[in-house]
Nanobody, 125 residues
Framework: QVQLVESGGGLVQTGGSLRLSCAAS????????MGWFRQAPGKEREFVVV????????YYTDSVKGRFTISRDNAKNTVYLQMNSLKPEDTAVYYC??????????????????WGQGTQVTVSS
C-alpha cells in the first residue's frame, strides 16, 4: 500500500514557476514508477510525466517538454515536479500517482494503482 500527498500548488502569473511535491508513505516507494497527471475543469485527466523507480528514465507529454522537470528522492520518499514558464493552459489540479508498470500504456490513468488527492495550480494571464 502506498499513500501519496501532494503539496506546492498555488496561484502564479504566466511565465512563473512552481514546484510540486508528492510525499509517499510505505517502504516500497523506491520500487514504483511515479507519474504526474493533471485535470482541468470539464476535461479528462491528462498525463504529464512519469519517472522510473530510479529516476533514470523519464517520459514527458509534448506540451510540457523543456518546461517541466520530474525528479525523485527515494531516501525521502518524495517525487517533485518543477514547473517553469507556466502558461494559463497549465491550470489544473495536479495529481501524483504510483505504478509498477512502465509499458506502452504508462500514460493512461488506469495503469496507476495509487493516487494522491491533488493540488490546484492556477496560472493567471
Amino acid at each position: 500500500q502506498v499513500q501519496l500527498v501532494e503539496s506546492g500548488g498555488g496561484l502564479v502569473q504566466t511565465g512563473g514557476s512552481l514546484r510540486l511535491s508528492c510525499a509517499a508513505s510505505g517502504r516500497t516507494f523506491s520500487t514504483y514508477a511515479m507519474g504526474w497527471f493533471r485535470q482541468a475543469p470539464g476535461k479528462e485527466r491528462e498525463f504529464v510525466v512519469v519517472s522510473s523507480w530510479s529516476g533514470g528514465s523519464t517520459y514527458y507529454t509534448d506540451s510540457v517538454k523543456g518546461r517541466f522537470t520530474i525528479s525523485r528522492d527515494n531516501a525521502k520518499n518524495t517525487v517533485y515536479l518543477q514547473m517553469n514558464s507556466l502558461k494559463p493552459e497549465d491550470t489544473a489540479v495536479y495529481y501524483c500517482a504510483a505504478t509498477i508498470y512502465l509499458g506502452p500504456q504508462v500514460a493512461l490513468p488506469k495503469s496507476y494503482a495509487y493516487w494522491g488527492q491533488g493540488t490546484q495550480v492556477t496560472v493567471s494571464s
